[in-house]
């Protein structure tokens, strides 16, 4: 077992073709101009339901023992304006992957703009 958290993290390099999922958001923002995404919402939603479909990732370690969480929580970062001087504000927010895509993006826009 390892002592650190730093002892048990894992970095790994992997090449993946984003060109699907830039036109995506390309299609999605000509169809729906008034709620922009970015590549980032596509990467949430990934997360969101990798994690549905393999609960066994969403656990935690606490005193040697191993802990299922209780729903589905991701913390994320963001500017408050877009310049490199502005202050960063950190959310966290409870997700359900059954929910659709519209959904998820309706959820960090709100989350985002209460940040600001």
């Given amino acids: 077992m390892m002592r650190g958290r730093n002892e048990s993290a894992v970095y790994f390099e992997q090449r993946v073709d984003a060109g699907p999922g830039l036109e ?9 101009p008034e709620r922009r995404i970015t590549f980032f919402h596509l990467v949430l ?3 969101v339901q990798t994690l549905a479909a ?3 990732l969403n656990r935690f370690t606490s005193g040697g023992r191993i802990y299922q969480r209780r ?9 408050k304006a877009l ?3 502005a ?5 966290k927010q409870a997700f359900d992957p059954s929910h659709g895509f519209a959904d998820l993006v309706a959820q960090v826009h709100g989350g985002v703009g209460e940040g600001r």
Wanted: charged share 20%.
């Fill in 24 to 32: 995506l958001v390309r299609a999605w923002n000509a169809a729906h």
């Fill in 54 to 56: 393999r609960p066994r």
């Fill in 45 to 47: 939603w990934s997360i």
């Fill in 83 to 85: 310049d490199d001087a």
């Fill in 87 to 91: 202050q960063l504000f950190v959310g």
């Fill in 71 to 79: 729903g589905l929580w991701l913390s994320y970062s963001a500017k």
